[in-house]
Nanobody, 123 residues
Framework: QVHVVESGGGWVQTGGSLRLTCVVS????????MGWFRQTPGKEREFVAA???????TLHADSNAQFTISRDNVNNRLYLQMNNLRPEDTAVYYC?????????????????WGQGTQVTVSS
């Protein structure tokens, strides 16, 4: 059984920073790409960032230039460093484990998802 668990969300003021963490268990973490997505009420889930299985390749949504995805394959952890946060970044952030080693911005490329962690940015 694969488990994906996010943490690190919370409340922050505009311009602040947060680092999200995702822990994956039940599969060989280093063999699969990982991604971050987010969703606000009434909107479809949108891509934030993705990273290849080795960490050598990354993809970030154009609107999230202040976000950086990284991973630690020794400790089975995925991170999303979010700087200079804005109210429009308020959302539930989801960690997703890929079907293969290559990164992708498509939800279809991911087969395991966490429950999400809430990020709230106040103005």
């Amino acid at each position: 059984q694969v488990h994906v668990v996010e943490s690190g969300g919370g409340w922050v003021q505009t311009g602040g920073s947060l680092r999200l963490t995702c822990v994956v268990s039940g599969r060989t973490f280093s063999a699969y790409a990982m991604g971050w997505f987010r969703q606000t009420p009434g909107k479809e889930r949108e891509f934030v960032a993705a990273i290849s299985s080795t960490g050598g390749g990354t993809l970030h949504a154009d609107s999230n230039a202040q976000f950086t995805i990284s991973r630690d394959n020794v400790n089975n952890r995925l991170y999303l460093q979010m700087n200079n946060l804005r109210p429009e970044d308020t959302a539930v952030y989801y960690c997703a484990a890929g079907r293969g080693p290559g990164y992708s911005g498509s939800e279809n490329a991911y087969d395991y998802w966490g429950q999400g962690t809430q990020v709230t940015v106040s103005s």
